[in-house]
């Protein structure tokens, strides 16, 4: 059972930084898409940052030139480092796996899927 885990959020003054962590369950969880996505009081779920297994990169104009998506495949990590961050910027952030994935048992053995997963979301506050 694939179980993605953020960890990172917390509270930021306007300005500052955090950066986001996200790690998979599974021994060498690897996942076409990953992604970043974040949900504010009375609003719908948005897309904040993808990226693909190859590196491309997706970002919403919102956080273009602020955050930056990284993923390390050796560590089953995605990460979101976030800069000059904006009290609109507040909300819950969820981790995201989608796609085809792979992933190995704890005796080794391969295991191939489809799937979309979600963490359980970490909290980002930002206010002075």
């Known amino acids: 059972q694939v179980q993605l885990v953020e960890s990172g959020g917390g509270l930021v003054q306007p300005g500052g930084s955090l950066r986001l962590s996200c790690v998979a369950s599974?021994?060498?969880?690897?996942?076409?898409?990953m992604g970043w996505y974040r949900q504010a009081p009375g609003k719908q779920r948005e897309m904040v940052a993808t990226?693909?297994?190859?590196?491309?990169?997706n970002y919403a104009d919102s956080v273009k030139g602020r955050f930056t998506i990284s993923r390390d495949n050796a560590k089953n990590t995605v990460y979101l480092q976030m800069n000059s961050l904006k009290p609109e910027d507040t909300a819950v952030y969820y981790c995201?796996?989608?796609?085809?994935?792979?992933?190995?048992?704890?005796?080794?053995?391969?295991?191939?899927?489809?799937?979309?997963?979600w963490g359980q979301g970490t909290q980002v506050t930002v206010s002075s």
């Open positions: 990226i693909t297994n190859d590196a491309r990169t």
């Open positions: 995201n796996a989608e796609g085809p994935y792979g992933y190995y048992t704890d005796d080794g053995a391969p295991v191939r899927g489809r799937g979309n997963y």
């Open positions: 599974v021994r060498g969880f690897s996942s076409d898409t």
